[in-house]
């Protein structure tokens, strides 16, 4: 069983450990088992609460399996996840805050992290992440987007660009035309479009 409060700004960081105690101390024995919980966005979050959430979740009997990779994409984490972790949110390893942290798919940063040597496993406020793939991006290799986003050189080249001014889009805003490289397309700066007013038409040749 998952529970899930992401966004949950009025529910207090005590609250929720109040409510796991309560469930798992009062389960029945064929009850349902708490085995996830999604607490991203709440306010107050310490490492100590973190420490015994996880603990308690452990004891509540349930299996629990080694968490897959979290990768990042398009700025979205769905609530309901599709991995095995018992909480959403975890230490940085960066600035030690309670955030959700993201993993690298750079292949030689994998490898890093198995040989626990990786230093780019962090939250998005200390890793600045390619909005397409999620690989990290440092300082001499990334591109922009016309919507403000980065993009690893290897997405920039692969995306459909603005006519105009070059800058491509990323998925979430031309997904529909990452599929055909010959699209072609006025980003909003360039189709002259002020705040407030409808997105702009796309143009295929």
Known sequence: MQLCLPGCTRVSADAVVAMVKEHIEGKSVNGP???QLRIRGLYGVTKEHVEQL???LLTADCEVRKPKPRYYR???YP???EDDRLIDVEVCPKCANIRVVYDCTRDRCQLKQA???QQCRGCTFCIARCE???TCIDDTEYEETFCMDLLCSACWLRLPKC???NRPGCGKHVDHFIGSPDTIF???DCHGSSPGEAAPEFYAP
Do not use: T, V
């Open 33 to 35: 088992c708490l085995n």
């Open 54 to 56: 996880h603990s308690m």
């Open 79 to 81: 609530a309901h996840c």
């Open 74 to 76: 398009y700025g979205h």
């Open 115 to 117: 040989l626990k040597l």
């Open 163 to 165: 006519i105009e001014c």
């Open 186 to 188: 006025l980003c909003a």
């Open 132 to 134: 397409e793939c999620g």
